[in-house]
């Protein structure tokens, strides 16, 4: 899906909360080029996390699959590199 190492998240459809399948991620708000700087999220021992920049509820779903989301939209892959 992705092509980081660290899954990269964004609220482009502006939901109230995504649910993720990781713990540490990134989150780079809106898809470009309206994105805030793309931050280093650790949730540590929290099950859920607010992003300080753009307010998006990130919620931890251990069913999901490390860089899975839902609603799966919010998933971002950088254009691939040549």
Request: glycine content about 8%; proline content about 12%.
């Amino acid at each position: 899906m992705a092509d980081h190492g660290t899954p990269h998240f964004h609220n482009q459809p502006g939901v109230a909360h995504v649910r993720i399948g990781a713990k540490e991620f990134m989150c780079i708000g809106a898809l470009p080029p309206g994105d805030h700087p793309h931050i280093f999220i650790d949730m540590g021992d929290a099950d859920d996390v607010v992003c300080p920049y753009c307010s998006t509820h990130y919620i931890y779903d251990p069913s999901l699959e490390h860089d899975a989301c839902v609603p799966p939209e919010c998933a971002f892959a950088s254009a691939p590199t040549a």
